[in-house]
């Protein structure tokens, strides 16, 4: 089983293993895939200029100040000339381009293979799945979002056990439809971001049935007292309680609510509260995790771009490099919430 | 009446039966704490005899201390809902720490299968039970609040509510625990 020290070493080995082992991959790809200009270039140079005679050709016929079978006559050999030259270039055009398409399709693939070669180069049972996710129930019934969401787009499914934990994360993006009507009266529809980041999904290392909700409180932070009243008062309408904790920090960060106060202590105890303080400080504010049937997902949000980022070929060390950061980043929460320890699991 | 006498006391009474809810609530939420404790108690002492039936296996001449263990859990079991909690926990958490630090004298035992089992057991069930603690302990102070803060204070004295105590570590348990006193204790 994987173990979280010997990833790190292993990564030292990155640079070496893309100069061997995926470097001459994609100059395979590449050379495979080339795309010949020449064709278009000579074909452009015998035809273009017999295009501008045909253009030629149909303007001196425009201006024939009298009309007649001359006229015609010039134009229409002009027509033919740019008609034939236009055939002849557009196919090779054609050509080029589907070279280029087949070569984006060929490099997007590798590009494919070559991240899940990575994965497994961290360990062999990790597996990455580029066009893959979590079922959306998961973090549907998480609540883990602080909107709903109209669409949600997610990739990178990324799978594995880490010591004696099992684990899956994804990138996600969620959006909210807004629609809004011009000074016309049309009706424009736009889409909001409502999450974007990553999804980490693991088995929790104690037993528990019930559903709680570890969000970012922003409220306390400026309206102090007052934002803990209103809190009290929501959450009696809502099917959660609302639970407080000893612990004034993580007050003032998070908002807890669950369906078992209990099982929320039981979770939530004083040192793993110091845990998901210490993880806000380091992953930035606005990390949303939920606890239910065992199970622990948390939500690290970060910027669109980070979600849309290619994994660019042409500077393999770095991608290379940014996706190792990424997804040891994902692999650090095993440690960072203690999820090996498993004292307090009884089988 | 006028109206403004009627809108004045409808708006008092609201207020009254407001507060009065609200102690209510927070009266029923320690009830309901209490209950969770009682059950995590009785969890753990129903995990007495099979510990107990383990550790005879290897550790004969521990009688004296599995016999007080045995007498704990009795003791629990005898306790009403509504007697001392604090009481019947801390007896029982003595003993059971007791045998768990006994058993680190029998290798046998600590690879028991079996013991290993109950010790993951009684190790969640400790988990839940500082849970439930900790549950009834904010109950209280949520209730102890509304009874001496104005002006639920004046609800709380007409119903006869009172201040209640959280659960409190004794002094005993403060201290470090005395390893070499505890195995002369027990004999070995």
């Known amino acids: 089983m994987a173990e979280l020290a010997d990833i790190n070493a292993r990564i030292d080995g990155l640079g070496e293993y893309c100069k061997k082992a995926l470097a001459p991959q994609v100059a395979a790809v ?105 079922p959306t129930k998961v973090y549907d019934s998480a609540g883990l979002f602080p909107s709903s969401y109209d669409r949600s787009n997610a990739q990178d499914r990324f799978v594995g056990t880490l010591g004696k934990t099992r684990f899956e994360a994804m990138k996600i993006a969620t959006y909210r439809k807004v629609e809004s009507k011009d000074s016309k009266g049309n009706t424009r529809t736009t889409y909001v971001p409502v999450f974007t980041g990553v999804l980490f999904q693991a088995e929790f290392n ?98 669109p771009e980070n979600y849309e980022r290619p994994f660019d070929l042409t500077n393999l060390d770095a991608s290379a490099e940014g996706l190792m950061t990424e997804l040891f980043e994902v692999l650090a929460l095993v440690d960072e919430l203690d999820l090996n320890n498993r004292l307090a699991k009884a089988s | ?95 059971l720490g007791r045998v768990i630090a006994v058993a680190e004298a029998y290798p046998d035992l600590k690879a028991n299968q079996n013991f290993l089992s109950l010790q993951a057991s009684l190790n969640e069930i400790e988990g839940q039970l500082s849970a439930a603690r900790r549950t009834y302990n904010a109950a209280v102070v949520r209730y102890n609040t509304a009874v001496e803060s104005l002006p639920t204070n004046m609800i709380a004295s007409m119903l006869g509510y009172q201040r209640k105590s959280v659960f409190e570590v004794s002094s005993a348990e403060a201290q470090n625990p005395d390893v070499a006193k505890l195995f002369g204790q027990t004999g070995t």
Request: with cysteine; net charge positive.
């Open chain 2, 1 to 95: 009446m006028s109206i403004e006498a009627m809108v004045i006391f409808g708006v008092v009474a609201l207020a009254f039966g407001l507060m009065y809810n609200s102690l209510i609530s927070k009266k029923n939420e320690i009830e309901n704490a209490v209950g969770g404790v009682h059950s995590f108690l009785k969890k753990r002492a129903d995990l007495i005899p099979s510990l107990v039936a383990t550790v005879k296996q290897y550790a004969a001449h521990e009688t004296k201390l599995l016999t007080d263990l045995t007498a704990a859990r009795t003791a629990v079991q005898a306790q009403p809902k509504d007697g001392d909690l604090q009481q019947s926990d801390t007896m029982v958490s003595q003993m």
């Open chain 1, 30 to 134: 590449d050379l495979a895939h080339k795309v010949d200009s020449s064709v278009l270039k000579k074909t452009l140079l015998h035809f273009g200029p017999v295009a501008g005679v045909g253009w030629l050709l149909m303007q001196m016929g425009q201006a024939q100040a009298h009309p007649g079978m001359i006229k015609s006559a010039v134009i229409v050999v002009g027509l033919i000339a740019i008609t034939i030259s236009g055939i002849f270039i557009l196919k090779e055009l054609v050509k080029v381009l589907g070279q280029y398409s087949k070569r984006a399709a060929a490099m997007r693939k590798l590009a494919g293979e070559i991240k899940q070669l990575l994965v497994r180069f961290l360990d062999p049972s990790f597996t990455l799945e580029p066009y893959c996710a979590f």
């Open chain 1, 206 to 303: 104690k037993n528990f049935a019930s559903h709680t909700t570890v969000r970012t409180d922003s409220s306390e932070k400026f309206l102090g007292g007052l934002a803990r009243t209103a809190q009290r008062l929501t959450s009696a309408l809502s099917k959660k309680t609302l639970v407080e904790l000893e612990n004034p920090i993580f007050e003032a960060a998070f908002q807890v609510h669950s369906t078992n106060a209990i099982e929320a202590r039981y979770i939530l105890t004083p040192s793993f509260m110091e845990r998901i303080l210490a993880l806000k400080q380091k992953r930035g504010a606005g990390i949303q995790i939920a606890f239910q049937n065992s199970t622990v997902i948390v939500g690290i949000p970060n910027s």
